[in-house]
């Protein structure tokens, strides 16, 4: 028999772990492990690949111009489209406006809300590491990508006899750490299946009371989250990258599909390189470069998320915000998705910046917090998926010929 394709195999493992976790709560402890094991080896790979393959990426792309220019083109389209996704938010709140009237007694209490701030000119110092080896026990990757990409371009200014061995190391780290990927992307379903079986028996009692109270609101970021992933993201696709997005879309489903499920782009980072490289045919130099600086500083779902998040907040205490405050906030906003870390909730906690940034209550987020969960897993594939569609584009734009 046939075996069935992976991405079927984690779409029956969802559909069976909502039913199982609803059903069955009491037994959700028996398999939650998966789930956790699931994680933490993702984890175990993330920091080693980023490493190698920023490395390896960056020395093959060879001169200061050529890096220059990479760098240029992929900051841009991450500008680019996270703004393209707040101005998606914002027109559909304005237009839906699901905050008036919404019922403030829903809110929860959330502490240490003040302690969560740092302001984003701490977050761009702590770009640079003061020691890399701390950088990368703590996961910290901004600060890895860039300790990274400065080592991979010295070890091109160094003489032969030293260059070779070190570029060649880290190729070679670089294919055993995707060996290692494609290994444990085997068990996605299962891991899959522990998460997702979790979460819903959790939440699962809660459902129908969160959706009637809160509904309005989810629509909104629902709907406006699919515009930007079904409509722009495939159109800049389609007329910047002369791409077909509905191939990419197809080759991209297991990463979508645990990005989806695990609330982290970070953790779906191996994934997200091995279907842009196998499936889409994106050279391993721009995946390389494109794919950790994506999942560390592009969310447009983040960003789109966190835009209609506030303006709901104001609409539900009734401020009124003017168009410079609406401008403030499409700023803070862009800068906040930046900030914030490829891990569940991350999103929702750096809200603060933005509450303050324009004088509304911080406590704000308290409202919110209830559904962030089924938002947290739909906006992070919207991450991802635009992470994806950037490796495409930037591909094309090099000249490589693509699968898609
Ligand atoms: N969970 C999101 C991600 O990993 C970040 C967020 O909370 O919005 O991409």
Request: hydrophobic fraction near 55%; charge should be neutral.
């Given at each position: 028999m046939k075996k069935l394709q992976l991405h079927w195999q984690i779409l029956i493992a969802l559909i069976l772990s909502v039913l199982f976790g609803m059903f069955f709560p009491q037994y959700v402890k028996y398999v939650e492990w998966m789930g956790t094991l699931f994680l933490r080896a993702l984890r175990m790979i993330i920091v080693p690949l980023i490493f190698s393959s920023i490395v390896s990426g960056v020395t093959g792309i060879g001169s200061a111009q050529n890096l220059g220019r990479m760098s240029l083109k992929t900051i841009s389209y991450y500008l680019l489209t996270s703004l393209f996704a707040i101005v998606t938010g914002l027109i559909l709140v304005n237009i839906i406006k699901p905050g008036i009237g919404a019922d403030l007694g829903f809110s929860k209490v959330v502490e240490d809300l003040a302690a969560t701030r740092d302001s984003f000119g701490q977050t761009l110092l702590k770009i640079?590491?003061?020691?890399i080896v701390e950088s990368m026990a703590n996961g910290d990757l901004p600060a890895i990508i860039f300790f990274a990409i400065f080592f991979g371009f010295f070890a091109t200014r160094v003489i032969p006899e030293y260059k070779e061995p070190v570029v060649t190391f880290f190729n070679a780290v670089f294919e055993i750490m995707m060996k290692i990927t494609m290994f444990v992307i085997k068990f996605t379903p299962l891991g899959i299946f522990g998460i997702v079986s979790g979460i819903m028996a959790e939440n699962a009692g809660n459902l129908l009371n969160i959706f009637g109270r809160m509904g309005a609101y989810m629509l909104t970021v629902i709907a406006a989250l699919s515009i930007h992933a079904i409509i722009t993201l495939p159109l800049l696709m389609r007329i910047i990258g002369n791409a077909n997005p509905l191939k990419h879309a197809r080759g991209m489903s297991v990463p979508l599909l645990t990005a989806f499920s695990t609330s982290s782009s970070s953790a779906t980072l191996p994934l997200t390189m091995e279907a842009v490289e196998k499936n889409s045919g994106v050279s391993n130099k721009t995946s390389s470069f494109v794919l950790p600086l994506g999942a560390t500083i592009n969310m447009d779902g983040t960003a789109l998320y966190q835009c209609i998040a506030v303006l709901f907040i104001a609409q539900a205490y009734g401020v009124d915000l003017s168009f410079l405050q609406q401008i403030i906030v499409i700023i803070t906003t862009l800068l906040a998705s930046i900030g914030a870390a490829g891990i569940p909730m991350a999103g929702l906690v750096i809200i603060t910046v933005i509450l303050s940034a324009v004088g509304l209550p911080l406590e704000g987020v308290g409202l919110i917090l209830a559904v962030d969960r089924p938002l947290d897993m739909i906006r992070t594939s919207v991450n991802v998926w635009s992470d994806a569609c950037g490796a495409v584009i930037i591909a094309k734009s090099e000249g490589e010929t693509l699968n898609v």
């Amino acid at each position: 028999m046939k075996k069935l394709q992976l991405h079927w195999q984690i779409l029956i493992a969802l559909i069976l772990s909502v039913l199982f976790g609803m059903f069955f709560p009491q037994y959700v402890k028996y398999v939650e492990w998966m789930g956790t094991l699931f994680l933490r080896a993702l984890r175990m790979i993330i920091v080693p690949l980023i490493f190698s393959s920023i490395v390896s990426g960056v020395t093959g792309i060879g001169s200061a111009q050529n890096l220059g220019r990479m760098s240029l083109k992929t900051i841009s389209y991450y500008l680019l489209t996270s703004l393209f996704a707040i101005v998606t938010g914002l027109i559909l709140v304005n237009i839906i406006k699901p905050g008036i009237g919404a019922d403030l007694g829903f809110s929860k209490v959330v502490e240490d809300l003040a302690a969560t701030r740092d302001s984003f000119g701490q977050t761009l110092l702590k770009i640079v590491p003061t020691n890399i080896v701390e950088s990368m026990a703590n996961g910290d990757l901004p600060a890895i990508i860039f300790f990274a990409i400065f080592f991979g371009f010295f070890a091109t200014r160094v003489i032969p006899e030293y260059k070779e061995p070190v570029v060649t190391f880290f190729n070679a780290v670089f294919e055993i750490m995707m060996k290692i990927t494609m290994f444990v992307i085997k068990f996605t379903p299962l891991g899959i299946f522990g998460i997702v079986s979790g979460i819903m028996a959790e939440n699962a009692g809660n459902l129908l009371n969160i959706f009637g109270r809160m509904g309005a609101y989810m629509l909104t970021v629902i709907a406006a989250l699919s515009i930007h992933a079904i409509i722009t993201l495939p159109l800049l696709m389609r007329i910047i990258g002369n791409a077909n997005p509905l191939k990419h879309a197809r080759g991209m489903s297991v990463p979508l599909l645990t990005a989806f499920s695990t609330s982290s782009s970070s953790a779906t980072l191996p994934l997200t390189m091995e279907a842009v490289e196998k499936n889409s045919g994106v050279s391993n130099k721009t995946s390389s470069f494109v794919l950790p600086l994506g999942a560390t500083i592009n969310m447009d779902g983040t960003a789109l998320y966190q835009c209609i998040a506030v303006l709901f907040i104001a609409q539900a205490y009734g401020v009124d915000l003017s168009f410079l405050q609406q401008i403030i906030v499409i700023i803070t906003t862009l800068l906040a998705s930046i900030g914030a870390a490829g891990i569940p909730m991350a999103g929702l906690v750096i809200i603060t910046v933005i509450l303050s940034a324009v004088g509304l209550p911080l406590e704000g987020v308290g409202l919110i917090l209830a559904v962030d969960r089924p938002l947290d897993m739909i906006r992070t594939s919207v991450n991802v998926w635009s992470d994806a569609c950037g490796a495409v584009i930037i591909a094309k734009s090099e000249g490589e010929t693509l699968n898609v």
